[in-house]
């Protein structure tokens, strides 16, 4: 399958079994992000991986705390875009899933130096070698903004050093859901060319 056919029947999967994955596996979707381009090859970006449930749990509930609180809050359709995306939230939130990380026996924080400009951007380019790789190995894969949500403090117990900030989160394991027909995908995004 060609690089271009793997991006097309790529998914973000939020439906995970509880089988794990093997310390190898990750090592080499880890090795995968690290192959990525950077400003400078500065390479900014480290990881933290989580396999054990009780951390994991704990993240998703610090990130579920504070979405729980903005959708309480007056600016709450403000904040979230729409009463639709407000609505879809509270219902996420109701129940006792993990609504952040859905029940993925594996969670990479994706972490950069506080203060690199380029960082952010570098790291979103390790990300998506991560998935892309872990996609092509029959592992499902999601990228979760949420992470970002997280107490401070309960992101450094996880692992995060203080001189660090949190891109995003990575959620991998196996899924019965990855077959099917992916989103519809808008290929006119070309704004300008200048010829």
Do not use: H
Request: net charge negative.
């Amino acid at each position: 399958m060609s690089i271009l056919d793997l991006m097309r029947e790529r998914r973000s999967i939020r439906s995970y079994r509880p089988d794990p994955l093997s310390e190898d596996q990750i090592k080499t979707i880890v090795e995968a992000g690290c192959l990525a381009p950077s400003a400078y090859n500065a390479q900014p970006w480290s990881f933290v991986v989580l396999t054990n449930r009780d951390a994991i749990n704990r993240l998703s509930a610090s990130a579920r705390n504070y979405l729980k609180s903005k959708t309480e809050a007056e600016d709450a359709i403000e904040y979230f875009g729409s009463q639709e995306r407000l609505d879809r939230i509270k219902a996420r939130l109701q129940g006792e899933e993990d609504s952040v990380f859905y029940g993925a026996p594996c969670v990479i924080l994706i972490l950069m130096p506080k203060g690199d400009d380029y960082a952010a951007c570098d790291c979103g380019l390790a990300s998506e070698n991560m998935a892309i790789y872990a996609w092509e190995q029959g592992i499902a894969s999601c990228f979760i903004g949420y992470a970002r949500l997280c107490k401070r403090e309960d992101l450094i117990a996880a692992g995060m050093r203080d001189d660090q900030d949190v891109v995003c989160a990575m959620t991998l394991g196996y899924s019965d859901d990855m077959k099917g027909k992916g989103l519809d995908r808008n290929f006119n995004k070309i704004q300008a060319w200048q010829k």
